[in-house]
C-alpha cells in the first residue's frame, strides 16, 4: 500500500521567509505525487506535481518541490512567503494505473500562518 | 466557467433523513470521484467511476449509494443520515491514469443534527 507522511500539523512563517512543507512518501512502486492547496471553504487545487520527468518540479504560485528517492521525500519550498500562501497544504500520492481505480492517498496536512 | 461543481454547496438535516449530492465536470474527463473529508480535514476516496462504471468502492457503508448517469455526471445519495455522516464531501474528476492529476469541486459540507 502507498502512503505519505506530512511532518508538522502546523507550520509557521514570517512573511518573506522561506517556506518548507515536508512530505515522505511509502510505496512499492515507482510513485506519482501531487502538492494541493486547500483555501478556507474551497476545494482543492493543485500545485504542483511528480511523474518521473524531473526531480524538480516547478508549479503555481511560485511552489517548487523536488522528489528524492533515497530520502522518500517530496518536500514542498517557496524561497518568499505571501500572506496569500496561508492555507492547507496537502501532499498525495496515487496508488493505481489503470482507468478508474487510481486513487489518491492524502496525507494529514499541513495549516500554514504567515506573520506579517 | 467551473470545472467541476458540486450542488448544494451547504447541507443541514436531521438524522435519518435521506440526501443527494449533485456533481457535474464540464472537462470531459472520464473518471469521477467522491472524496470524504472529516473534522480534522482527512482526506480520503469513497467511489471512483470511469465512464459511468463503478471502479473503486472503499469501504463505504451501503446507505452511501453512488449513481453515475453519464460521465459527465456523478451523484450520491446518503440512507438514513447518521451524526458521523457530518463532513465535506469532495467531487473530482480526472483524465484518468495514475500521473493525471484530479480537479475537485468547491465541495459540500453536510450537517447532519
Known amino acids: 500500500a502507498q502512503s505519505v507522511t506530512q511532518l508538522g500539523s502546523h507550520v509557521s512563517v514570517s512573511e518573506g521567509a522561506l517556506v518548507l512543507l515536508r512530505c515522505n512518501y511509502s510505496?512499492?512502486?515507482?510513485?506519482?505525487l501531487f502538492w494541493y492547496v486547500q483555501y478556507p471553504n474551497q476545494g482543492l487545487q493543485l500545485l504542483l506535481k511528480?511523474?518521473?520527468?524531473?526531480?524538480l518540479v516547478k508549479g503555481i504560485n511560485g511552489f517548487e518541490a523536488e522528489f528524492k528517492k533515497s530520502e522518500t521525500s517530496f518536500h514542498l519550498t517557496k524561497p518568499s512567503a505571501h500572506m496569500s500562501d496561508a492555507a492547507e497544504y496537502f501532499c498525495?500520492?496515487?496508488?493505481?494505473?489503470?482507468?478508474?481505480?487510481?486513487?489518491?492517498?492524502f496525507g494529514t496536512g499541513t495549516r500554514l500562518t504567515i506573520i506579517p | 466557467d467551473t470545472a467541476v461543481s458540486q450542488t448544494p454547496k451547504y447541507l443541514v438535516t436531521q438524522m435519518g433523513n435521506d440526501k443527494s449530492i449533485k456533481c457535474e465536470q464540464n472537462?470531459?474527463?472520464?473518471?469521477m470521484y467522491w472524496y470524504k473529508q472529516d473534522s480534522k480535514k482527512f482526506l480520503k476516496i469513497m467511489f471512483s467511476?470511469?465512464?459511468?462504471?463503478?471502479?473503486i468502492n472503499e469501504t463505504v457503508p451501503n446507505r452511501f449509494s453512488p449513481k453515475s448517469p453519464d460521465k459527465a455526471h456523478l451523484n450520491l445519495h446518503i440512507n438514513s443520515l447518521e451524526l458521523g455522516d457530518s463532513a465535506v464531501y469532495f467531487c473530482?474528476?480526472?483524465?484518468?491514469?495514475?500521473?493525471?492529476?484530479?480537479?475537485f469541486g468547491q465541495g459540500t459540507r453536510l450537517t447532519v443534527v
Open positions: 473530482a474528476s480526472s483524465q484518468g491514469g495514475g500521473s493525471t492529476e484530479a480537479f
Open positions: 510505496s512499492s512502486v515507482p510513485p506519482y
Open positions: 511528480y511523474t518521473s520527468a524531473a526531480t
Open positions: 498525495a500520492v496515487t496508488s493505481g494505473s489503470n482507468f478508474g481505480n487510481e486513487k489518491l492517498t
Open positions: 472537462l470531459g474527463h472520464d473518471t
Open positions: 467511476y470511469n465512464n459511468k462504471e463503478l471502479i
